[in-house]
């Protein structure tokens, strides 16, 4: 993905006050699963996008202003991978409504930020420390699992944001999950190379990070037989459909837990102009 950024300089001087960035690239997460018996780790890809305008105080010190937008997945295979290890390898799972399950998280910022600039002939280094407000959106999605010893039916989790009713006079009340918002703080170095006067090409590793937490709610459903045969001569007229399970929806249970929203790690390449 392209970056577009902005600060071009005359040898020691920058040429202009304002810059603006924009572009995007590379994203990453290393996600945390806690299980029964422990926890384990997994990693997340995705991209990311940035716009940025800068204000240039001197040669060196500036102030930024930008927002931007990170995304990453997950497979099943690394997820279930993950969660087995920490259930401690007593069960089999699978998703459950595979069309209903985002296997994701993203988040979109507006950061307010400072950086320094070290300048060599065309190439410049600067380091940048960034404050600001985070809209997150977590995992959803529902699974079941099956005890490997077969001595019990499937268990099924909803794993989701918060809910909130919404009523409009309109139309009936319906429920639409709850937006959060985390404090964020950022840090990156990029690294420029001047093209011309005024625009330059950019690479710069950072990562956001948040140190409070998300709502997460999980809902537990136990199993039940399908039939349960009064007697052995309808048993036997069942046959095998009498040994299956259906979801029990009247066994719902629901945790909220605060858990950590792991950082974005990224990779953003482009160029930018001054002005």
């Not at 040669?59 to 995304?71: A, I, P, V």
């Not at 069309?99 to 950086?115: D, E, I, P, R, V």
């Not at 809209?135 to 699974?143: D, G, I, K, V």
């Amino acid at each position: 993905m392209l970056l577009v950024g902005i600060p071009v300089f005359s040898q020691n001087d920058i040429s202009g006050k304002l810059s603006l960035e924009t572009g995007g690239g590379w994203a990453g997460q290393i996600l945390k699963v806690q299980g029964e018996q422990g926890s384990d780790f997994f990693v997340a890809t995705g991209s990311s996008s940035c716009l940025r305008m800068n204000y240039h105080i001197n040669n060196n010190w500036g102030l930024s202003l930008e927002m931007n937008y990170q995304w990453a997945s997950f497979s099943e295979a690394d997820y279930f991978g993950a969660l087995n290890v920490a259930d401690g390898g007593r069960y089999k799972y699978g998703l459950y409504e595979r069309w209903n399950s985002y296997l994701n998280q993203s988040q979109s910022s507006l950061m307010l930020g400072g950086f320094y600039r070290v300048q060599h002939k065309r190439f410049t280094i600067v380091p940048r420390v960034s404050i600001g407000i985070s809209f997150p959106s977590t995992m959803n999605f529902e699974y079941k699992r099956i005890s490997k010893s077969g001595d019990s039916g499937p268990e099924y989790f909803y794993i989701h944001s918060p809910k909130v009713e919404v009523n409009d006079f309109l139309i009936n009340s319906y429920e639409e999950y709850k937006e959060e918002r985390l404090l964020q703080f950022g840090a990156s170095c990029q690294l420029t190379y001047k093209v011309f006067k005024h625009l330059y090409a950019y690479v710069e590793p950072g990562m956001n990070y948040s140190p409070f937490k998300l709502s997460v709610v999980c809902d537990h459903y136990e199993s039940k037989r399908y039939s349960e045969p009064s007697n052995w001569v309808e048993a036997v007229g069942q046959g095998d459909s009498a040994q299956s399970w259906i979801k029990d929806e009247s066994s719902k249970s629901s945790t909220l837990e605060k858990r950590s929203f792991a950082p974005f790690f990224y990779v953003n390449f482009g160029v930018g102009i001054s002005f």
